[in-house]
């Protein structure tokens, strides 16, 4: 969800400049398949820890490993895209900080004070929020966890690894949407330049009858 208003509001800049969404076609990204099953398998952690209550979240590190080999790989397929190359930065950030914590974000008490985030902290504690980890000290890279405050109840919060990635999509739409801007060159001026030609040879011909 913190990646949706970034992409919005880039979408939205895009236009402004006379971009299309069409042009992001442009850019021939290869591997796009890896993403959807990342965030397919992410989506899915809820539903697997119903299935093998056993294994969360003892073994989320063997599904950052999956989830994160699968974003690598697409980084790798599409690296000479400078946009994809800081989405690749982001993603790195968060998969250290996730993989030397057991496959879990640590996250700040501090962000989830917000009343929307009752509850929030017991149930990750009890493990029924597997993808999170409180923090209470002495974590490793516990900067890079989810201590960004987002006071708005749909974003929540956000690691600086969710700051660097968002910049990088929104570089993408960017960079796509103006490749897909309509094209006018030189059409206006040849259009305009005609008439006045035919008119003055017009004008020519009328002083030569006189």
């Known amino acids: 969800?913190?990646?949706?208003?970034?992409?919005?509001?880039?979408?939205?800049?895009?236009y402004l400049r006379k971009g299309r969404l069409a042009g992001l076609i442009g850019i021939r990204l290869r591997g796009v398949w890896c993403v959807l099953l990342a965030f397919g398998l992410e989506a899915s952690t809820g539903l697997l820890?119903?299935?093998f209550p056993d294994l969360f979240p003892r073994f989320m590190w063997a599904e950052c490993l999956l989830q994160y080999g699968l974003l690598f790989a697409f980084i790798l397929l599409n690296g000479r895209h400078w946009t994809v190359?800081?989405?690749?930065?982001?993603?790195?950030?968060?998969?250290l900080v996730m993989i030397l914590n057991g496959g879990r974000m640590p996250v700040s008490p501090a962000v989830l004070a917000d009343p929307w985030n009752a509850g929030l902290i017991e149930r990750i504690e009890s493990g029924d929020i597997p993808e999170y980890i409180i923090m209470h000290g002495g974590e490793p890279l516990?900067?890079?966890?989810?201590?960004i405050r987002i006071p708005f109840r749909w974003a929540g919060y956000a690691s600086i690894g969710d700051a660097v990635l968002?910049?990088?999509v929104s570089a993408l739409i960017q960079k796509g949407m103006i490749l897909g801007r309509p094209?006018?060159?030189?059409?206006?001026?040849a259009r305009s330049e005609k008439p006045r030609a035919v008119a003055a040879d017009g004008g020519g011909g009328g002083a030569n009858t006189r």
Do not use: Q, R, T
């Open 49 to 51: 820890k119903g299935w």
């Open 85 to 95: 190359a800081v989405m690749g930065i982001g993603i790195l950030l968060n998969f």
């Open 183 to 189: 094209k006018h060159a030189g059409g206006g001026n």
């Open 166 to 168: 968002a910049v990088g």
């Open 1 to 14: 969800m913190i990646l949706l208003a970034p992409a919005l509001l880039s979408v939205i800049v895009g």
């Open 142 to 147: 516990w900067f890079l966890g989810d201590v």
